[in-house]
């Protein structure tokens, strides 16, 4: 009995090694899984994608949707173009499926022009109108949040900055010059994040935050990022809408920027009522930074005897004036003209650098003929 029962358990002893030695060896082994594709129509910041015959995933699903991640920025992928998805060979068991650990998603075969099938025709993330011309910015993804059984997948795509800096110069993005009644719609569902700013060199200046800030640039050529978020479908379960980000790139001509009109002070005091009437026994302090190559931005307080603390000037940058608009905002004081102070600083939200010395003191209070 005693070798019966020592042979059972080194017989299931060896079946456990065999086991876990079989396991690590298919672990081992697990390569990532290529499939190639047509795309169908996109859905907001993913691809349903067709699966090409001869692929086991053509077995499997219909359809399955890709979420854009890890894929160059051009060419952009369009409806009918030939995808080749580089993934872990895992899919998801929602319907359709998506693939897992994408490593890499490749445009490899382009829909003739002729037969282009545009999904921007009838929708538009965003329009740019200027002088009575209309452009449509290029759609580059920049990252996701999509639910999926139980959590929200995220992705993210390459940098905006890092595929401009790649294209060439024949790449056709959308082209329009700056003018008074230059103006941004924005589609249903779409919100207005931020703006990128790259010169002609592709080299990124800052973030701005309003549209009207580039009225400020000098004249020249710039590369312009909107960057916008699209609503997707609300998940009940988490009380949180799917989205999308995109960066809405396009071409921006600046000829001259010094012939704009200075708003009216009934503008300015719905657009800047918190620099407006206020108690002033030790004068105004006008705090100004600045946020690229000749863009300076300014924010008002009351004189203090201490100077405004990193939060304040923090503050101030969710509705910095320009410096004409800060000179209309000054006008409506009756302050002597030596009781307003110039404070150079630098804003910490701002990643643009510079240097606080004595020459830029100066050249700042120049701005406002101090």
Not at 183 to 189: E, I, K, N, P
């Amino acid at each position: 009995m005693n070798k019966l029962i020592a042979f059972v358990l080194a017989l299931a002893l060896a079946l456990t090694l065999v086991g876990c030695t079989n396991k690590e060896k298919s672990n081992e082994n697990n390569e990532t899984h290529i499939f190639q594709g047509e795309i169908i129509e996109f859905d907001n910041g993913a691809m349903l994608v067709e699966p090409l015959e001869g692929y086991s995933e053509a077995e499997h699903a219909q359809r399955i949707r890709v979420v854009i991640q890890n894929m160059p920025g051009s060419p952009e992928p369009r409806v009918g173009d030939i995808i080749e998805v580089t993934y872990s060979g895992v899919m998801t068991e929602e319907s359709p499926p998506s693939p897992t650990g994408v490593e890499k998603i490749v445009v490899i075969k382009r829909t003739p022009d002729d037969e282009i099938i545009d999904p921007q025709e009838d929708e538009h993330l965003i329009s740019v109108t200027s002088e009575g011309n209309m452009i449509h910015p290029f759609w580059h993804f920049a990252y996701s949040e999509h639910w999926a059984e139980d959590g929200f997948l995220c992705a993210d795509g390459t940098p905006a900055g890092g595929e401009l800096k790649e294209w060439s110069e024949e790449s056709s993005l959308p082209e329009i010059e700056w003018s008074e009644d230059f103006t941004v719609t924005y589609a249903d569902g779409v919100d207005f994040q931020y703006i990128m700013v790259f010169n002609e060199a592709r080299e990124q200046q800052d973030h701005l935050f309003a549209v009207s800030d580039l009225s400020e640039l000098d004249s020249g050529r710039y590369y312009i990022g909107i960057v916008v978020s699209q609503k997707g479908q609300y998940i009940e379960q988490a009380k949180q809408a799917e989205c999308t980000g995109w960066v809405c790139l396009f071409k921006l001509v600046v000829e001259h920027i010094e012939g704009f009109s200075s708003p009216t002070e009934e503008e300015l005091r719905i657009r800047f009522p918190q620099y407006y009437d206020l108690i002033t026994p030790k004068g105004l302090e006008v705090y100004v930074w600045q946020t690229a190559d000749n863009v300076y931005y300014c924010g008002l307080l009351p004189g203090t005897n201490r100077g405004a603390t990193e939060d304040e000037i923090t503050d101030l940058a969710a509705n910095g004036a320009t410096v004409e608009e800060m000179k209309v905002i000054l006008s409506s004081y009756d302050d002597p003209y030596e009781s307003i102070f110039i404070v150079p600083c630098i804003q910490p939200t701002s990643n643009y650098t510079y240097q606080i010395d004595d020459a830029y003191i100066q050249k700042v209070n120049a701005l406002f003929d101090k």
